[in-house]
């Protein structure tokens, strides 16, 4: 699993792609906020919700074997039991990294997952990491545990075509 700054900087710039399983189309939950902001970094979103039909100027699919492109991570906003089903199904459209949000904890899935060589990481949040390893929070006084004179250079903006 990975839980170290360095880890997590490598996850996020090798990913161009994530499907945000239980991605709500309404502009106040935790799952619209953070698919919005890694939009705006120039992630490409992939909303994943049985009660979407579009979020964030994207379809919206049911479930990740209905999503028709690649996908370099799974982000899951759901229950942590619910967590070995979505570890399976990011196995079988190969997934490379499964990304449990706060508060979601599974160790049968990330054992699951790691098992079939998807990077895991557990208990975080995909635009707080991304914030804190790329200096986001930075400038609003927040300490973000990486010491450096300078600022580490973010991933590449993606061009959309």
């Known amino acids: 699993m990975i839980d170290d700054a360095a880890g997590l900087r490598a996850v996020l710039a090798s990913t161009r792609t994530i499907a945000v399983v239980g991605l709500s189309d309404k502009w106040y939950r935790p799952s619209f906020f953070a698919a919005q902001y890694m939009q705006q970094r120039g992630y490409t979103i992939v909303p994943v919700n049985p009660a979407c ?39 079988s459209i190969g997934a490379k990294t499964l990304w449990m949000q706060l508060g979601v904890i ?20 995909v635009k707080i990491e991304f914030a804190r390893l790329f200096g986001g929070l930075g400038w609003f006084g927040v300490n973000t545990s990486v010491i450096s004179s300078k600022r580490p250079l973010p991933p590449p903006r993606i061009e959309r075509g």
């Open 53 to 91: 039909d579009e979020v964030l100027g994207q379809r919206c699919y049911p479930s990740l074997r209905e999503v028709p492109v690649a996908v370099d991570m799974i982000d899951c906003f759901r229950r942590s039991e619910e967590m070995p089903a979505l570890a399976e199904e990011a196995i």
């Open 106 to 125: 599974s160790p049968a899935a990330a054992a699951r997952a790691e098992a079939a060589g998807l990077q895991v990481v557990m208990d975080r949040c």
